[in-house]
C-alpha cells in the first residue's frame, strides 16, 4: 500500500518559534509537494519539489521554506513561526511523468501558533 | 492558467437522494481534472480522475463524473446518498506544467436520515 507519512498530526508552536514539518514518501516519486488547507480558502501550493535539492515556489511560499536532501523526504520549515500560519498542512507525492496519474496524500499536520 | 470553481460550499441531501457537485474548470491545454474526497482529520483520498479515455469516469463508492467540454464542466454525482458520503470533496486540475494539482475551495456534502 502507497503511503506518504507525515511526522507529526497535531502540533502546538509558540509565535517566533522555528517548525519543521516532516513528509516521508515510499514510492519513489519524483515530484513532492506542500500545500496550506484553510477552511473555504481549499488547498494552496506553498512548495514544490520535483527532483532533490530543487524546489520550486507555489502560490503562497512568504513565511516558509523547503528542504529535500534524500528523494523520499521533503521537509517544510516556518523560519519564525506567526499565529496566521495556524492551519492544516498537507504533504504529497506524484511520479514524474505524472499529467494523468493523481497525487498522494499524507493524512496531514494540524499546527497551532500561540 | 489553470483554474477549477465550484459551486457551493456546502450541500445538504437526504440519505438516498441523488448527489450532484459541481465543478467548472479553466485550462489553456487539454485538462486533466481529479475528484478529491476528505473525511474529517484525514488526508485526501482519490475519488477518480479524468485522463481523456473516456468522457464518463467511473470512480470509487458509485461516484461517477462526466466531462464536458462545451461546458468546461466535470460534474460529480452519485445515484444514491449514503450517511458515510458526508466530507468534503475538492476538484482538481492539473496546472500548465504538468507538476502540482490546482485545487477549487471544496464543497461540504451533508446528508441527513
Known amino acids: 500500500d502507497v503511503k506518504v507519512t507525515q511526522s507529526s498530526r497535531y502540533l502546538v508552536k509558540r509565535t517566533g518559534e522555528k517548525v519543521f514539518l516532516e513528509c516521508v514518501q515510499d514510492?519513489?516519486?519524483?515530484?513532492m509537494f506542500w500545500y496550506r488547507q484553510d477552511p473555504g480558502l481549499g488547498l494552496r501550493l506553498i512548495y514544490f519539489?520535483?527532483?532533490?535539492?530543487?524546489?520550486e515556489k507555489g502560490d503562497i511560499p512568504e513565511g516558509y521554506s523547503v528542504s529535500r536532501e534524500k528523494k523520499e523526504r521533503f521537509s517544510l520549515i516556518l523560519e519564525s513561526a506567526s499565529t496566521n500560519q495556524t492551519s492544516m498542512y498537507l504533504c504529497?507525492?506524484?511520479?514524474?511523468?505524472?499529467?494523468?496519474?493523481?497525487?498522494?496524500f499524507g493524512q496531514g499536520t494540524r499546527l497551532t501558533v500561540v | 492558467a489553470q483554474s477549477v470553481t465550484q459551486l457551493g460550499s456546502h450541500v445538504s441531501v437526504s440519505e438516498g437522494a441523488l448527489v450532484l457537485l459541481r465543478c467548472n474548470y479553466s485550462?489553456?491545454?487539454?485538462?486533466?481534472l481529479f475528484w478529491y474526497v476528505q473525511y474529517p482529520n484525514q488526508g485526501l483520498q482519490l475519488l477518480l480522475k479524468?485522463?481523456?479515455?473516456?468522457?464518463l469516469v467511473k470512480g470509487i463508492n458509485d461516484f461517477e463524473a462526466e466531462f464536458k467540454k462545451s461546458e468546461t464542466s466535470f460534474h460529480l454525482t452519485k445515484p444514491s446518498a449514503h450517511m458515510s458520503d458526508a466530507a468534503e470533496y475538492f476538484c482538481a486540475v492539473r496546472d500548465q506544467a504538468g507538476t502540482a494539482l490546482i485545487f477549487g475551495k471544496g464543497t461540504t456534502l451533508s446528508v441527513s436520515s
Open positions: 485550462s489553456s491545454v487539454p485538462p486533466y
Open positions: 514510492m519513489d516519486h519524483e515530484n
Open positions: 519539489s520535483y527532483d532533490v535539492k530543487m524546489k
Open positions: 479524468y485522463t481523456s479515455a473516456a468522457t
Open positions: 504529497a507525492s506524484s511520479p514524474r511523468d505524472g499529467t494523468n496519474t493523481e497525487a498522494f
